[in-house]
Nanobody
Framework: QVRLVESGGGLVQAGGSLRLSCAASGSIFSINAMGWYRQAPGKQRDLVATITSGLSTNYADSVKGRFTISRDNAKNTVYLQMNSLKPEDTAVYYC??????????????WGQGTQVTVSS
């Protein structure tokens, strides 16, 4: 009932920037946490950044100081501003949302992912 759609991925040179967005739609009563994960070939899916409904943030050590997560609660959208990109940032980036579809029922949802490729 809830759909997450990512956009903004692409190919960028090292040192460049990209801005990812993820819009949630469907049967949504409220959204608590939202975030971004990434998965490189041959590796597990790892947390990149999260943000709560109160705008508290958390970042993986590897992206601190370079990435910024934000959200627009009115639009049910989360963003990831990625600066100073490195080749090791290359991965499929997945949007995550903790959604209450009704009172007393909270589920986790994932987007389909968007490819980010950073060339050297």
């Amino acid at each position: 009932q809830v759909r997450l759609v990512e956009s903004g991925g692409g190919l960028v040179q090292a040192g460049g920037s990209l801005r990812l967005s993820c819009a949630a739609s469907g049967s949504i009563f409220s959204i608590n946490a939202m975030g971004w994960y990434r998965q490189a070939p041959g590796k597990q899916r790892d947390l990149v950044a999260t943000i709560t409904s109160g705008l508290s943030t958390n970042y993986a050590d590897s992206v601190k100081g370079r990435f910024t997560i934000s959200r627009d609660n009115a639009k049910n959208t989360v963003y990831l501003q990625m600066n100073s990109l490195k080749p090791e940032d290359t991965a499929v980036y997945y949007c995550y949302a903790e959604v209450s579809v009704r009172w007393g029922l909270r589920n986790h949802y994932w987007g389909q992912g968007t490819q980010v490729t950073v060339s050297s």
